[in-house]
């Protein structure tokens, strides 16, 4: 049953996520198509400066459409009409919840990847050849610089990235699910939760530098930094893969316990 629903929602992405890909690799072939006709005129430099924003926009829109399509999508399915026939087939609130976010992440890496490509398409030729030998002289330099630790450091961020995503959509599901809480003007609901914690985040990250000044915690770091760099770097990825990880793991509890003690649907 689990991999049908894998099944059901990536068909349901796709009606969505294919159009949106073609419209952006469209405009890609576009913008390469216009600087074929390469020219000093004035004419020319505006129609090129055009298709150029209009590609990094396509991309911008991309990329925020297919995230905004996985929030929308999670609010629909379980806290909408529709939820009435989700929960009666029988998987467990946990697969719901695993099975829209690890979808979500699919398609979001799908997306910075058709983003990649397109890229390539905009700056095939020269262009693209010079990007490539200037990736390959840092990842050189990088290497001769930190040898294998480097390919740790690559390791760690590629880690922490998908970590981030993942709990970073499990944040707005999260709001969601507070958000139905309410019997009224829910979807707002759910926005002033996140506007809510993101204001209790920010006065708890600045009580914590203020503390980290008037202990010298900070200065102990900077020292440590100073003469330990890798070890530094190391111990942060590392770090912060873990405070977001259980960041991601709460905010999955506590949807969890809403959509199996406190489901309110419309």
Known sequence: MVKKLYKHECEAYLRVWIPMQLVLLG???LARGVQLFESDTIAYNIINGSSILA???????????????????????????EGYLTFTLPVTPTCHILTKLFTALAFQAATV?????????????????????????????????LGTAWLFYVAEVCVLLVVMILTTTMLYYTCLAVGQLFNKNRVLAAVGVYFGYYFVTQVFGTVLVVLGY?????????????????????????????WYGLLGAAYALLTRYILCRKLNLE
């Open 27 to 29: 405009v890609a072939l």
């Open 113 to 145: 990847l058709v983003a990649l490509l397109a890229v390539s398409v905009v700056t095939a030729g020269d262009v693209f050849a010079e990007i490539l030998k200037a990736i390959a002289y840092l990842w050189k330099v990088a290497y001769d610089k």
């Open 214 to 242: 008037m202990t010298s915690l900070l200065d102990e770091i900077e020292f440590f930094f100073a003469y330990h760099t890798q070890e530094a770097m190391h111990w942060t990825f590392c770090g912060c893969i873990v």
């Open 55 to 81: 590609f990094a926009l396509a991309v911008i829109v991309s990329l925020g459409l297919t995230f905004v399509f996985s929030v929308v999508r999670f609010y629909k399915n379980l806290f909408t009409g």
